[in-house]
């Protein structure tokens, strides 16, 4: 099993950054797709940004230019740099796992809270 562990939430204002932590216990593979989620009450969990073994990354529209992912094998951490924080970022952040080799995410973490007030 692997355990995901997010920190650095908290609340901002409109133009502020913030760094998101996810720290990987357990079954912790190098070879690990990793990406972070966001759900806000309500909606649907939205993809937000996503990294590959090989560091390529992906994001979702709205934070392309404004969001960062990087990920240190060494320690077992990806981190997500958010800046030029919008309203509309508001959300509950979920680190997630999987085998690069599969498709669904199978490893979650509780979540951290972003709060981004105008």
């Known amino acids: 099993q692997m355990q995901l562990l997010e920190s650095g939430g908290g609340s901002v204002q409109a133009g502020g950054s913030l760094r998101l932590s996810c720290a990987a216990s357990?079954?912790?593979?190098?070879?690990?797709?990793m990406a972070w989620f966001r759900q806000v009450p309500g909606k649907e969990r939205e993809g937000v940004a996503h990294i590959e073994l090989s560091g390529k990354t992906t994001y979702a529209d709205s934070v392309k230019g404004r969001f960062t992912i990087s990920r240190d094998n060494a320690k077992g951490t990806v981190d997500l740099q958010m800046n030029s924080l919008k309203p509309e970022d508001t959300a509950m952040y979920y680190c997630?796992?999987?085998?690069?080799?599969?498709?669904?995410?199978?490893?979650w973490g509780q979540g951290t809270q972003v709060t981004v007030s105008s």
């Open positions: 997630a796992a999987r085998s690069c080799l599969d498709v669904d995410y199978v490893y």
């Open positions: 357990g079954r912790w593979y190098k070879r690990d797709c």
